[in-house]
């Protein structure tokens, strides 16, 4: 049997640890956004897009950000809200328009895509621009057609020592941790029909 004094001991020291396991950790409430000096919201970034880390190979959205070349494509990015997209595991293939290939398109248009109310047409024609895979130019002259994120098929062709993935032809290939991106040197439009 139990000495009285040790029983008591051992009862008060199971009913402090009862107590400690059976506190719930409570979700964290997220907090409102934060103001700047102006008065403006800044409205916190979230997800693995915002996390920084040197120690490993960029990612393509990383690329992306990094290329003097792509900073209408970033901004486009951004406007429509991928940025996660585009840092998940993959592989993927990223067709990226250089700022030339924005500035071809007719007048207004970025400027009417960057524009709140058209963020799913945005997101829509950027997703045009991403595959599943991770295939090198050369690799890519063996397709007819690929299959979209945004669930339509864009086209491959090969002219030459070229290769035209929905009509853009690619300049240059820069492989990332989660795929490759192709540069290339016009904005696919996905198909009406």
């Known amino acids: 049997m139990f ?4 029983l008591k001991s051992f009862m008060l020291s199971f009913l402090m640890l009862s107590v ?3 506190c719930k950790n409570e979700p964290k409430t997220a ?3 934060t103001q700047d000096k102006a008065g403006t919201e800044e409205v916190e970034k979230q997800g693995q897009a915002f996390i920084d880390d040197d120690g490993s190979t960029p990612n393509v959205l990383q690329i992306a950000i990094g290329s003097p070349d792509h900073t209408t ?5 951004q406007a429509a809200g991928l940025e996660n997209a585009l ?3 993959g592989p993927l293939m990223v067709f990226a328009p250089t700022n030339e290939a924005f500035a071809a398109l007719p007048a207004g248009t970025v400027e009417d ?3 709140q109310e058209n963020k799913d047409a945005l997101a829509n024609i950027l997703k045009y621009h991403v595959t599943a895979g991770n295939y090198s ?3 890519l002259m063996k397709f007819k057609k690929l299959g979209q994120a945004n669930d339509q098929n864009a086209t491959v ?3 030459g020592d070229d290769v035209l993935v929905g009509g853009a032809k690619i300049l240059a290939s820069v492989p990332a941790g989660n795929g490759i991106v192709h540069v290339v040197d016009k904005v696919m439009l996905p198909p009406t029909e």
């Open 3 to 6: 000495p009285t004094t040790n």
């Open 20 to 22: 400690l396991f059976s």
């Open 31 to 33: 907090t409102s956004p």
């Open 73 to 77: 494509l970033v901004a486009a990015v």
């Open 87 to 89: 840092v998940n595991a």
């Open 113 to 115: 895509l960057l524009k």
């Open 137 to 139: 130019k050369e690799f």
């Open 157 to 159: 062709e090969v002219v």
